[in-house]
């Protein structure tokens, strides 16, 4: 058979050759092997488009649990596409703008996952429950909160392309780079409109749903470059984000506040609204300093970047929860006790926590 046509014909079949068991872990259909990504050995082209044939699979299977075990709605932008534009596209729980009760917004990494995934590499390895963010999702919508799941890496349509049409979409093409697939054609990447990078994708999700939600209280996760994304959605939507988001957890983030400059007062509610949790060896949720720290750092109980969101959920909702609590804390008021030693002067300070009005 030639090459083509036989890594055609794997790209076709990887999908039936692999399933995940009733625990969530990837498995072979017949040998219940896990996955091996040296299946042909010295062979990476074949490898690698195996495993990016994979990776397609994955994506759909997140997608159908999204909608059929956690019960979100795929929602496509821009909400004025025309019928054969390219359209990216998010996940929402039902009525979730409308819950007052809160609203939690999901923020990924950088690289090939999409909408649902923290990691493919885990998912892969491990299986759904330790990679993906249903998890995460579940655990929201168990506290009757709101759900927003982003999808920031979905920026392009990717159609391969035909030699004798390469030269003409050479000429209306953008600056993108045209990556090459294992068979050497190269993609011809159409941008999303208002989803071309992570950045843009936020942003107008951010503009059109979730600053229009009812929720009071919003409460963002972000792993890896999706903490860099959330910090540039504050520089450039600071009043508004400020407004409405309580807490915001940063697990491995890769957001830099002396590269991303940001005002004083944007820094000091940093400080007071967000946490990050850092790779490190020591017990997690143990204090981790550093020289520079723009928020309070913890430890994420791990030294695997991947790992780190699974490892880090109970603790980042537990987190939201003192947060909210804070947020929501009544000012204690003492009853005023005069002694029949002191005048009225002499109003006890402990009443007023150590401070007199008169």
């Avoid at 195996?50 to 709605?73: K, N, P, S």
């Avoid at 780079?177 to 409109?193: A, Q």
């Avoid at 940093?270 to 997690?284: E, T």
Wanted: aromatic share 10%; hydrophobic share 35%; net charge positive.
């Amino acid at each position: 058979m030639e090459p083509v046509k036989r890594m055609k014909m794997e790209n076709a079949m990887v999908g039936f050759q692999y399933c995940f068991n009733q625990e969530g872990q990837l498995r072979h259909r017949e040998t219940q092997e896990a996955f091996v990504f040296n299946y042909h050995r010295g062979e990476y082209k074949r490898n690698h488009q195996r495993y990016q044939a994979l990776g397609q699979v994955i994506t759909e299977h997140v997608y159908r649990l999204l909608e059929g075990e956690c019960h979100l709605q795929r929602v496509y932008i821009p909400l004025d596409a025309k019928e054969n534009e390219p359209k990216s596209l998010f996940f929402m729980s039902p009525g979730a703008l409308d819950n007052p009760k809160g609203l939690v917004v999901l923020i990924q990494d950088q690289g090939v996952i999409r909408a649902g995934q923290w990691s493919r590499k885990l998912i892969v390895h491990s299986g759904l429950e330790q990679g993906s963010q249903i998890p995460f999702i579940k655990k929201a919508l168990g506290d009757s909160c709101g759900v927003i799941v982003m999808n920031p890496n979905d920026n392009f349509l990717e159609i391969k392309v035909e030699e004798e049409y390469h030269t003409d979409l050479q000429n209306t093409s953008t600056n993108c780079p045209s990556p090459v697939d294992p068979e050497g054609k190269e993609f011809f990447r159409i941008p999303k409109r208002c989803s071309s990078t992570p950045e843009e994708h936020v942003r107008y999700i951010w503009d059109h749903f979730v600053s229009k939600c009812e929720a009071r209280h919003v409460a963002v996760i972000a792993h890896g470059y999706g903490g860099l994304v959330f910090v540039d959605l504050l520089l450039h939507r600071r009043q508004e984000v400020q407004s409405k988001v309580y807490a915001a957890a940063f697990i491995d983030s890769l957001h830099n506040m002396w590269h991303q400059v940001l005002d004083k007062k944007t820094q000091e509610w940093i400080q007071r609204h967000c946490r990050k949790w850092v790779l490190s060896s020591r017990p997690i949720d143990r204090p981790v300093t550093f020289v520079k720290v723009d928020c309070p750092q913890v430890s994420a109980g791990t030294q695997s970047h991947e790992s780190a969101p699974w490892i880090c959920l109970q603790s980042v909702f537990r987190f939201f929860t003192r947060a909210l609590k804070a947020k929501n804390k009544v000012p204690f008021s003492r009853a005023v006790i005069v002694t029949r030693s002191k005048s009225k002067q002499g109003l006890t300070r402990a009443a007023f926590g150590g401070f007199s009005p008169f």
